[in-house]
């Protein structure tokens, strides 16, 4: 049986405390049946006490971002005879420490990013790595201490750059909580006969497509991109994409589809081309399983966009 956990992260004084204490004393969530573990990775000024939510809760901590081991973790879950792991994480560490330390058998159930509405925008524009670290994770966002003047649209698109997954929600002074409800229009028309991607917006096309494809299957497509050949590949097939950044230089990577037909042109690694085509999910040895391969009608030569890096 999985080791259920439950994650929580955001930077320091965002408020992510008082949120496990919400969750801990809520009986829809601590039952009474099953035996808790909350970890604490850093300690703000609203502390947390175990005895406070029944003999079933136990608390430990972890200060140093080296400490966290697999095996540490199973020895404290153990000690604690848990079957349920809520973890507050520190907002200075990146997450994939995390998720590359979890013991055998935990599973991540829900992770949810706690923000300060007054302080992450500058946050963002400071430590913006750190933030959609955590963003691009998340199931769902929550936005506190928001009230009358706070500009939830701004909000919405820190969230939006990074994921289109993530729910969102704002908190409000007095405690009450309403869902975002702002409508996120595509760029381009992916009703149209042929969706046409301009340059700029390669990445959100990507994106869109890579986290919800169904709505992408068969449909007629047209995107500039550089080819990446791969010795793995039948004759014929290819690579094309665009490298993308995130959120800075750090982290740009070649994101791209798989495509079958070359036409008359005899492509190499770094060649610009233009391709139309229609997307299917196909088996591909390139993803050693399904994904998506596009079925080029038309491609040709191209020049390189006045900005080869795509963006957000």
Not at 82 to 103: F, R, T
Not at 111 to 116: C, F, H, K, Q
């Amino acid at each position: 049986m999985d080791i259920a956990v439950y994650l929580f992260t955001g930077f320091l004084e965002a408020g992510k405390t008082r949120f496990i204490k919400d969750t801990m004393r809520d009986e829809n969530f601590n039952d009474g049946k099953h035996k808790y573990l909350i970890i604490q990775c850093e300690e703000g000024e609203e502390e947390l006490e175990a005895a406070d939510f029944g003999d079933n809760v136990s608390l430990c901590s972890f200060e140093n971002e080296s400490d966290l081991l697999p095996e540490r973790l199973e020895a404290r879950r153990k000690r604690a005879d848990a079957d349920v792991v809520v973890i507050e994480y520190n907002g200075m560490w990146q997450i994939d420490k995390l998720y590359n330390s979890l013991p055998e058998g935990w599973a991540v159930y829900q992770e949810i990013y706690i923000a300060d509405s007054t302080t992450i925008l500058s946050y963002n524009a400071n430590m913006r790595q750190l933030v959609v670290d955590k963003l691009a994770s998340c199931e769902m966002v929550v936005f506190n201490r928001t009230d009358s003047k706070t500009d939830r649209l701004e909000l919405h698109k820190l969230v939006r750059g990074v994921s289109r997954k993530a729910n969102i929600c704002y908190e409000g002074l007095d405690g009450d909580i309403e869902f975002d409800d702002i409508e996120d229009p595509l760029p381009f028309d992916i009703e149209a006969p042929v969706v046409d991607i301009k340059d700029e917006d390669f990445a959100i096309f990507y994106r869109d497509m890579s986290e919800e494809f169904p709505k992408y299957s068969g449909k007629t497509v047209r995107f500039k991109g550089i080819v990446a050949t791969d010795p793995s590949l039948p004759k014929g097939h290819f690579a094309i994409g665009r490298h993308i950044m995130t959120c800075c230089e750090a982290d740009i990577a070649y994101r791209g589809v798989v495509a079958k037909g070359m036409g008359k042109l005899k492509l190499k690694t770094r060649d610009w081309v233009t391709v139309k085509g229609v997307l299917r999910e196909e088996y591909s040895p390139l993803y050693g399983g399904e994904g998506p391969v596009l079925d080029v009608k038309e491609i040709t030569y191209s020049e390189k966009p006045i900005q080869e890096v795509a963006t957000f």
